[in-house]
């Protein structure tokens, strides 16, 4: 709820895998995960091949499902993002285009997994405890095989920064920061804000107004009201 991350997961324990979806937040608003309780007789004979629980990952441009847009003639509207999947991981503790991280404590040392999307030579890993470089090494990232590193951080907070040979950012994480509002379970889900009515007169001026008004309704399958 209200997350400004770029990116969300969803990751399954059994298989060690899962599927991250990452876009600009500022263009791509809506973000859901939808999940089927366990043992749900719909799920396992409609929706799984016998599977007793169920979830999708949805995401677009308007930040809840009801809203749509129309394409005028000859208009062309664009976005991106991806959909990555994560395999052989222990987790998901942050992604990005070009590789996913997990981080995963255990008393002092913390295990570091490092799975690319492609092919980076001679990558650079960097863990620090934020005075000090605990780990700074080289390698080659493969989607083939995580890269993974056992490392003493004692009872720091500790970041991880992942760089190209050339030095430039593939991903940078600070230990338990997620920019996003904290979990409650009365929050309500964002509605879209309905925009003011038009004046009560009919001025050919107010026209733009009615039409704005209308287009609104429409767009949440509201006929009656947009007529």
Known sequence: HESR???MAVYKPQSRSGLVHYANPAEVKGKKVWLWADNNKYVTENLTENFNSYVEMQAGVFETQPEFSFLLPGEVKSFSHYWIPVRDLGGVSRATPDVVLNVARTGAKALIEVGATRVFKGAKIRVADGVKALL????DLDPKKPWTATVDVGPATVTIDVMNS?????????EGEIDALPFDKNAKNPEPVEPAPPPADSKPENEGAYLALGAWYEQRDQFVLAW
């Open 5 to 7: 991350e770029p990116w």
């Open 136 to 139: 700074e090494t080289q390698a």
């Open 166 to 174: 050339a030095g430039a950012f593939l991903l940078h994480h600070r």
